[in-house]
């Protein structure tokens, strides 16, 4: 069986390094970019079976991403969960009504535990 792949869009290398590390010990394939203009290519190549994206992305929203992935027909079917380091609940609601499947927040769940929800969001 092949390796589930794992976008992850998020701005701060320090974050990406800690995910990916993550993501990679749990036997996921993962790739990583840091700006809203670089998700369709990495998507497009990739073809992942799960993004991750950070709602803050420098002058970039995550809302913008999951927006226009979701009303791309080549793209709207992936699963997207949004994450965040602020827990408020009309960012949290706003991102579900765009289609995220899951909000977490970074400061309330540790990588390694992301890492072990990624087979329930996709099945």
């Known amino acids: 069986m092949a390796s589930k792949k794992i976008l992850l869009i998020e701005d701060d290398p320090d974050q990406i390094l800690m995910y990916e590390t993550a993501f990679t010990k749990a036997g996921f394939l993962v790739e ?22 950070d709602m803050l992305l420098g002058e970039d929203s995550g809302l913008d991403v999951i927006k226009e992935l979701k009303n791309n027909i080549d793209t709207r079917d992936i699963v997207i969960v949004a994450l965040s380091n602020f827990n408020k609940k009309d960012l949290v609601k706003e991102a579900k009504k765009l289609g995220a499947k899951d909000f977490l927040v970074k400061s309330q769940v540790m990588p390694k535990e992301i890492a072990g929800l990624v087979e329930g969001y996709l099945s």
């Open 32 to 53: 990583a970019v840091r700006h809203k203009g670089e998700v369709l290519a990495a998507i497009k190549h990739e073809r992942p079976d799960l993004v991750f994206v």
